[in-house]
């Protein structure tokens, strides 16, 4: 689970810690539930809900569907979190993650992180968990 830097209060905090506490104890099933109810809580109030807790939501969300076997889904939801949030990181090696399992590699490197967010050793730190296969 993975929560990124500059988090700023959303609109249902509580919503969004029910979750992670469900994800925390590995019930994923309610996590994923919980994770959905708060997304689609911040899709009818949008504003409220701030950018990192959307896409923590959305890369989390991701991780219970990994953990499912539900790859293609995951990385559906991986993509959200991209896009809302370019610069988180931990979805970008979700996915990329995703296809080296998939043994899709010709994409992995532009899918697992993009190079303007390969700065100082987080990078080289991603790249060499990534390609250890964890």
């Known amino acids: 689970m993975a929560v990124p830097r500059g988090r700023e209060r959303g609109e249902s905090p509580a919503a969004l810690a029910m979750a992670q506490a469900r994800f925390a ?6 996590a994923r539930e919980l994770y959905s109810a708060f997304i689609g809580q911040c899709a009818s109030h949008r504003s409220k809900c701030s950018p990192e807790d959307l896409a923590t ?16 889904e995951a990385m559906d939801d991986y993509t959200s979190a991209i896009e809302i949030l370019p610069n988180f990181e931990v979805p970008y090696y979700n996915r990329g993650l995703i296809r080296y399992r998939l043994d899709d590699t010709s994409q992995v490197p532009e ?6 967010l390969c700065k100082e050793r987080t990078c080289s730190l991603l790249h060499k968990l990534f ?4």
């Open 111 to 116: 899918l697992c992180y993009p190079a303007p």
């Open 57 to 72: 939501a959305y890369n989390n969300r991701g991780q219970t569907k990994y953990f499912s076997v539900d790859f293609y």
């Open 25 to 30: 104890r590995g019930d994923f099933t309610e």
């Open 131 to 134: 390609h250890k296969g964890l």
